[in-house]
């Protein structure tokens, strides 16, 4: 089955423990994106990637990283994650980046900071 | 930005016709219109997308007017599990130069009732 696979679903941690949340696609694509959803703010990007080693900011990029070392895989690190990270945290990916390439979402990951 | 603009929210009875509307006055020529959906916190689920001519898939009908500054999707017969945040979004080239963003507003919560 076609989809966007992230892990883990929820999250839990403390101030400053470093992160990573995974997210893999299996439809070859070569776009892939970061966004937080909070509520009243609606969905936010924070990185994406055009292809492989080619990663920019999106809207609300700081405190987080991102690598793109291979086709599939779109990993989102907290080197330090503090409270105001508390989000809902989907990884989204396109055939290409462009306007006729519709994004795929990912089910998501709860991630609290406490 | 092309900026969307969507009525808060709508109600439509199991087995009929919703109609959703999206008002999208600032589109520019080669700027797709994309409706997604979100059930409760899951990811947001591509629907269907156009440019100026009406598109039809296994879930729904967009109808986009000649001028483009408005459309519509059409879901032919809505049922319980149709209940849903629907989000009609314009998929914009961002500041990056190649960051082909969507921009989620708050879209129309649509209640599908028995």
């Known amino acids: 089955e076609a989809q966007v696979t992230q892990n883990p679903r929820y999250l839990i941690t403390v101030t400053g423990k470093k992160l990573t949340v995974t997210c893999s696609q299996n439809?070859?694509?070569?776009?892939m994106s970061w966004y937080r959803q909070d509520p009243g703010l609606g969905l936010r990007q924070i990185y994406y990637s055009m292809n492989v080693e080619v990663t920019d900011k999106g809207d609300v990029p700081e405190g987080y990283k991102v690598s793109r070392k291979e086709k599939r895989n779109f990993p989102l690190i907290l080197e330090s994650p503090s409270p105001n990270q508390t989000s809902l945290y989907f990884c989204a990916s396109s055939l290409e980046g462009s306007y006729n390439s519709p994004l795929h979402f990912g089910n998501g990951t709860r991630l609290t900071v406490t | 930005d092309a900026k969307t603009t969507q009525p808060p929210s709508m109600d439509c009875a199991e087995g009929r016709a919703a109609n959703l509307p999206c008002n999208h006055s600032?589109?520019?020529?080669?700027?797709?219109v994309y409706w997604y959906r979100q059930i409760h916190s899951q990811g947001p689920q591509y629907i269907i997308h156009g440019l100026k001519n009406n598109e039809t898939n296994e879930m729904a009908s967009l109808i986009i007017t000649e001028d483009r500054k408005s459309s519509t999707l059409i879901l032919p017969h809505a049922t319980l599990r149709d209940t849903a945040v629907y989000y009609c979004?314009?998929?914009?080239?961002?500041?990056?130069?190649?960051?082909?963003?969507?921009?989620f507003g708050k879209g129309t919560l649509l209640t599908v009732n028995p």
């Open positions: 600032t589109i520019s020529g080669n700027e797709y």
């Open positions: 439809m070859n694509h070569e776009y």
């Open positions: 979004i314009v998929r914009v080239k961002g500041s990056g130069g190649s960051n082909y963003k969507l921009t």
